[in-house]
């Protein structure tokens, strides 16, 4: 478990995270209890294959992790990271870990966080805010019962939640994170002989050229680095970092040890 590390975690100079599936507000959270909305239950009642409303059910959920306060999911992480120099990757797109108290400015979500919509095609590289767009479907379902969907201005193609999927990962727009980006990639430069732990938390190989793989190899050539790796089913790690990492066959949650 993590307290396992604490004292590993404390020796390093530099500690990155990456956090994957496990970890994701689908596996965290109880959107059914959560959500107590009249709407949202009906939606939830009504046949798994009807597309509609699945997509309704969608909407609400999206609008719940944006109205998030703090949650306490982190806590744990957040108390061994406290006045350490870090830096966490996620390969979630539900932007829940930016609901936590980790430094926003040491987080950053590639695949995106359900902040903006964008165009299917994409006919440009806009990008509109989500949540005024998401009340309004709420609102508009709740009023008359009907289920729309969100028009580009530009050109009339439906709208979707700007976000990396294997749907659409040949058409996601990535400008939202760039910044982010940018700081976490100076930050690994910062890496370079120094004593790093790197923490693998619930990733999979969903996009495994994100962090896994990464991660393998900053473990391989840092002499210094350490790096431990937590999954229930894909905790293997490669006889070449033999020493030089764990393979904690453990649910992150489990990890964390995040009461659910």
């Avoid at 009249?38 to 509609?52: A, F, V």
């Avoid at 949650?71 to 390969?91: A, G, M, R, W």
Wanted: glycine share 6%; proline share 4%; net charge negative.
């Amino acid at each position: 478990m993590l307290k396992d590390y604490v004292s590993r975690i404390q020796d390093a100079d530099l500690v990155l995270v990456g956090i994957g599936p496990e970890l994701s507000a689908y596996e965290l959270m109880d959107f059914e209890t959560e959500i107590q909305n009249e709407h949202y239950q009906k939606l939830l009642r009504m046949d798994e294959e009807d597309r509609d409303a699945a997509w309704m059910s969608q909407v609400y959920e999206r609008h719940h992790l944006l109205n998030l306060s703090q949650v306490p999911y982190f806590k744990n992480l957040e108390e061994v990271l406290d006045q350490k120099d870090y830096f966490v990757i996620t390969s979630n797109n539900d932007g829940l870990i930016f609901h936590s108290a980790l430094d926003k400015n040491r987080l950053v979500a590639p695949c995106g966080n359900g902040d903006f919509f964008q165009c299917k095609e994409p006919c440009s590289e806009q990008l509109y805010p989500a949540k005024p767009g998401l009340e309004d479907l709420i609102r508009h379902y709740e009023t008359t019962g009907e289920i729309e969907h969100l028009e580009c201005p530009k050109c009339g193609e439906p709208l979707i939640y700007n976000i990396r999927t294997e749907d659409t990962k040949s058409t996601y727009i990535e400008g939202a994170y760039l910044n982010s980006w940018a700081a976490y990639t100076k930050w690994l430069q910062t890496t370079l002989n120094k004593k790093l732990f790197i923490l693998e938390l619930g990733e999979g190989f969903g996009v495994p050229s994100l962090f896994r793989w990464p991660f393998e190899k900053m473990a391989f050539y840092n002499e210094k680095a350490y790096m431990v790796r937590v999954n229930r089913t894909l905790y293997q790690v490669g006889e070449e970092l033999k020493g030089k990492a764990d393979a904690v066959k453990m649910d992150s949650k489990d990890f964390l040890e995040i009461e659910r």
